[in-house]
């Protein structure tokens, strides 16, 4: 990144199960997971000649999927207290996002531990999947276009064909936040 001249740094605690954002994110993660389960399994089950299964199958993936909507919900609102601090860093040449919240950090290390004391990859899996997202840097280059969201002080961040960072401001650096990004994007 650029010069301490040039530089900006906030922390900010992001809502979660408040935050359409958030929650939005959400249902399209869990979306996507459901399509990709039913993309699995539809050809495997026609295949097998057991087309009779499917509405049954379609309906147990269905429920899953809700249930694991809602319990992530739960942990948004039981667990990190409906917040999450995180840290942003702007410079000319693109944006830092660091997770600090030491909740999820402790999380996610427990994860890992828990799932290799276990011997249980995924689940250490899991763990790992967290930390390396603790830590994200974007270039301007490969930000294509910026929505604005006023009344939650938040940017997201799309390359072409998908949100790829939320940022969220305090109510003081909002506007000179956004004017920046802005104005790294188009150049």
């Known amino acids: 990144m650029g010069g301490a001249g040039d530089r ?3 922390e900010v605690d992001i809502p979660l199960a408040t935050n359409p954002l958030i929650l939005g994110a959400w249902a399209k993660a869990l979306a996507a997971t459901l399509v990709l389960c039913l993309a699995i399994t539809v050809p495997v089950f026609l295949f ?3 087309a009779q299964v499917l509405p049954r199958l379609a309906g147990i993936l269905i429920l899953g999927i809700l249930g694991l909507g809602i319990l992530g919900i739960v942990i948004m609102a039981a667990v990190f207290g409906n917040r ?3 840290r942003f ?3 000319d040449r693109g944006i830092l996002y660091e997770g600090i919240d030491s909740r999820a950090r402790a999380l996610a290390r427990l994860t890992v531990v828990a799932g290799s004391l276990g011997g249980n990859p995924r689940t250490a899996g899991a763990g790992m999947l967290a930390m390396a997202g603790e830590t994200v840097g ?7 276009a910026v929505r604005a969201h006023p009344r939650r002080r ?7 064909w998908r ?8 109510a003081d650096n ?4 956004r004017a920046r990004i802005e104005g790294a994007v188009t150049s």
């Open 84 to 86: 999450f601090r995180a």
């Open 163 to 170: 949100d790829v960072l939320h940022v969220y401001c305090t």
């Open 48 to 50: 097998a000649d057991a």
């Open 174 to 177: 909002y506007d000179r936040v």
């Open 8 to 10: 900006l740094v906030w």
């Open 154 to 160: 938040a940017l997201v961040l799309r390359n072409a």
């Open 89 to 91: 860093t702007l410079d």
């Open 138 to 144: 974007l270039s301007w280059d490969d930000v294509r």
